[in-house]
């Protein structure tokens, strides 16, 4: 399943959800692997680290992470990164991603409240005039057979 992950304030960059070995298009380790896991390519800055954090309901998303299921933080390599959810449970969910481009652990944001640094959701869930909403960026995890 691949998604585009949308952003603010910088160049868009995609979010590829490997939600089960079944819809991996490759043989790559990833496939190997149970649950879900985001790639996040060409990042405009080859610094800092990426926040991933996976929603289960609307409560939270996309910006406030201890509502989040799972949370993890990942440094860059070449311009990527890669998340990995270790989740076994079939449902809905929705991916919300900040690149924290100087380390500095908070979106920092203009003056209006606008992120400055890289975001983006599941589902290529727009931001207009706010956050994008959980509805937009969910999308269904099932479990392989």
Known sequence: ??????????????LALCCSITQNLDASPLSQRQGITVQILGLPQP?????????????????QAQYAVQTVKV???QRRATCHFSVSTTGSYAVAVWHDVNDNHQIDKTWFGAPKEPVGASNNAAATFGPPSFTDARFLHERPA
């Open 75 to 77: 440094k860059l390599k």
């Open 1 to 14: 399943m691949i998604m585009k992950l949308t952003k603010l304030t910088t160049p868009l960059f995609t």
């Open 47 to 63: 610094t800092g680290t990426m926040h991933c954090s996976l929603f289960a309901q609307r409560k939270g998303f996309p910006d």
